[in-house]
């Protein structure tokens, strides 16, 4: 009995988190007097502070998975995943995010109103140019932009290891995978006016689209969970 009331209480709390991999600073959705329009809206990580507590990631870059439906106005949204290195900026975090780790993408959520769903990159790769080594310390910010151009903020801090390393969490269908219900586009832009006054391109602007095929009951399993609190 005991060992079932736990599991099924550890399966509430991690469908509470927003990155749901590789774990995150801290619940930071909270409304308050502190926070009036939210936590999550504070740069650069939602308003939570560097954590000791910190998460094992391998050096080669590794998955990454989060929810992004927990607020209203996300039907679509641009997602962008980035690192900071260190520990010599403020608060003893990175001094800054501005290292991109993949190319920014677009979620369509099924709807404007909160939704559940999971999407998860299985292999992020460190930033352009990046050498690191086991043990050096980084943070992990995942932003997601949206309609109104305003952005919601949420970070994890990790210790690089070597890949196959026992500390890395194991990355499997429970905890990386794609909700059915979230779909993917990729954006593009195209140059409308070059910025040298050298002529002027196509206009217009392409975006593909593809709705996911990944299915998983687990996620309906989180949709219940998250339905029911
Ligand atoms: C670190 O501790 C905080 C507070 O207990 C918790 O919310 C968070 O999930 C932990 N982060 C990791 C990566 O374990
Ligand atoms: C709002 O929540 C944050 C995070 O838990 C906390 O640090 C802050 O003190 C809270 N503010 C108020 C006024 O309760
Ligand atoms: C960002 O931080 C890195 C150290 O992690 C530093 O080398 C770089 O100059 C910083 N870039 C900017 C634009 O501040
Ligand atoms: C990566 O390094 C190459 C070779 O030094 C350089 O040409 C390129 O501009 C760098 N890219 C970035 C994004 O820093
Ligand atoms: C997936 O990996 C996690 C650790 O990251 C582990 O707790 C869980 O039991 C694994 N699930 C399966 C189905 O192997
Ligand atoms: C989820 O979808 C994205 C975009 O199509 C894809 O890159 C990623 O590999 C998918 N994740 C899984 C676990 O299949």
Same mark, same amino acid.
């Given at each position: 009995?005991?060992?079932?009331? =736990? %599991?099924?209480?550890?399966?509430?709390?991690? /469908?509470?988190?927003?990155?749901?991999?590789?774990?995150?600073?801290?619940?930071?959705?909270? *409304?308050? @007097?502190?926070?009036?329009?939210?936590?999550?809206?504070?740069?650069?990580?939602?308003?939570?502070?560097?954590?000791?507590?910190? *998460?094992?990631?391998?050096?080669?870059?590794?998955?990454?998975?989060?929810?992004?439906?927990? =607020?209203? +106005?996300?039907?679509? &949204?641009?997602?962008?995943?980035?690192?900071? =290195?260190? *520990? @010599?900026?403020?608060?003893?975090?990175?001094?800054?995010?501005?290292?991109?780790?993949?190319?920014?993408?677009?979620?369509?959520? !099924?709807?404007?109103?909160?939704?559940?769903?999971?999407?998860?990159?299985? $292999?992020? !790769? %460190?930033?352009?140019?990046?050498?690191?080594?086991?043990? @050096?310390?980084?943070?992990?910010?995942?932003?997601?932009?949206?309609?109104?151009?305003? &952005?919601?903020?949420?970070?994890?801090?990790?210790?690089? /290891?070597?890949?196959? @390393?026992?500390?890395? /969490?194991?990355?499997?269908?429970?905890?990386?995978?794609?909700?059915?219900?979230?779909?993917?586009?990729?954006?593009? *832009?195209?140059?409308?006016?070059?910025?040298?006054?050298? +002529?002027?391109? $196509?206009?217009? /602007?392409?975006?593909?689209?593809?709705?996911?095929?990944?299915?998983? =009951?687990?996620?309906?399993?989180?949709?219940?969970?998250?339905?029911?609190?």
């Amino acid at each position: 009995m005991l060992p079932l009331f =736990f %599991l099924a209480l550890l399966a509430v709390a991690s /469908a509470h988190s927003v990155i749901t991999y590789p774990g995150w600073r801290g619940n930071n959705l909270i *409304t308050n @007097d502190t926070f009036p329009y939210g936590m999550q809206w504070m740069y650069p990580c939602g308003g939570m502070g560097t954590t000791s507590n910190r *998460t094992y990631w391998p050096t080669t870059g590794g998955a990454v998975a989060f929810q992004p439906g927990w =607020f209203r +106005g996300h039907s679509i &949204a641009f997602a962008y995943i980035n690192l900071g =290195f260190g *520990t @010599d900026g403020p608060d003893n975090g990175p001094q800054n995010m501005s290292n991109p780790m993949v190319h920014q993408f677009e979620i369509i959520g !099924p709807t404007n109103n909160p939704f559940p769903g999971t999407i998860c990159l299985p $292999q992020v !790769p %460190l930033p352009v140019n990046a050498t690191v080594k086991a043990g @050096d310390l980084a943070t992990i910010q995942v932003v997601e932009l949206a309609q109104h151009g305003a &952005a919601l903020y949420s970070c994890v801090d990790i210790i690089f /290891a070597e890949p196959g @390393d026992k500390r890395i /969490a194991e990355v499997n269908e429970t905890n990386c995978f794609n909700s059915t219900d979230v779909g993917f586009g990729d954006v593009y *832009t195209i140059a409308t006016k070059q910025p040298t006054g050298s +002529g002027y391109g $196509q206009s217009g /602007a392409e975006v593909a689209v593809h709705r996911l095929g990944w299915a998983g =009951f687990l996620s309906l399993v989180v949709g219940a969970l998250c339905v029911l609190l």
